[in-house]
């Protein structure tokens, strides 16, 4: 068993009872999102003049885009997503984090935190996908045969994705642990 000091819930529990919480969740979710953002202008090899979500995604879909796969970057980055939000929604259980910290209360919203992460990480997962396609010229198929390809390569990818949300919320740990200290 953990002991209580580690356990996420616990530790949020009391950061809110603190009046704490909502300053360290902001902090964070900046920086691990700021992080994520770097990783994946590093992997895709993007020149950008700053890191702000939004043009890291833009530029990550006009990078894949451009490997001319038969399929539309946006459904290619779609599917994945939606792997990925069930492995955030798996890893925060498997915190004790349960529907509270998955929606249930908006101003303790640990999934959407991740998934924001999980966002940004997915694009060079995306790009391996694109190129895979175009390099053996897949045209459109069936669905189904298009939805195996997606979860093969999104299980290849999940341990990396995996240990970047642990990562993450290693760090929200640790905040919280020398908040309420």
Same mark, same amino acid.
């Given at each position: 068993?953990?002991?209580?000091?580690?356990?996420?819930?616990?530790?949020?529990?009391?950061?809110?009872?603190?009046?704490?919480?909502p300053?360290?969740?902001?902090?964070w $979710?900046?920086?691990? &999102?700021?992080?994520? %953002? /770097? *990783?994946t202008v590093?992997? =895709? +090899?993007? @020149?950008?003049?700053?890191? $702000?979500?939004?043009? &890291?995604h833009?530029a %990550? /879909? *006009?990078?894949?885009?451009? =490997? +001319?796969? @038969?399929?539309?970057?946006?459904?290619?980055?779609?599917?994945?997503?939606?792997?990925?939000?069930?492995?955030?929604?798996?890893?925060?259980?498997e915190?004790?984090?349960?529907?509270?910290?998955?929606?249930?209360?908006?101003?303790?919203?640990?999934?959407?935190?991740?998934?924001?992460?999980?966002?940004?990480?997915?694009w060079?997962?995306?790009?391996?996908l694109?190129?895979y396609?175009?390099?053996?010229?897949?045209?459109?198929?069936?669905?189904?045969?298009?939805?195996?390809?997606?979860?093969?390569?999104?299980?290849?990818?999940?341990?990396?994705?995996?240990?970047?949300?642990?990562?993450?919320?290693?760090?929200?740990r640790?905040?919280?642990?020398e908040?309420?200290q």
């Open positions: 068993m953990r002991r209580r000091h580690q356990d996420l819930a616990a530790l949020v529990d009391e950061a809110v009872a603190a009046g704490r919480f300053a360290i969740r902001r902090s $979710r900046a920086a691990v &999102v700021h992080a994520a %953002a /770097a *990783r590093l992997a =895709l +090899g993007l @020149a950008l003049p700053d890191l $702000r979500p939004d043009r &890291v833009r %990550a /879909a *006009r990078a894949v885009d451009t =490997l +001319g796969a @038969a399929f539309a970057t946006e459904e290619l980055y779609a599917r994945l997503f939606a792997l990925g939000a069930g492995l955030v929604a798996e890893l925060l259980l915190e004790g984090a349960g529907a509270r910290f998955q929606g249930l209360e908006p101003d303790l919203d640990l999934a959407a935190d991740l998934r924001e992460v999980l966002a940004l990480d997915l060079p997962v995306v790009r391996e694109a190129a396609l175009a390099r053996h010229r897949l045209e459109r198929e069936g669905g189904r045969a298009l939805q195996e390809r997606v979860v093969r390569r999104f299980e290849a990818a999940r341990p990396q994705l995996a240990l970047r949300l642990a990562d993450a919320g290693l760090v929200l640790r905040l919280l642990r908040a309420i």
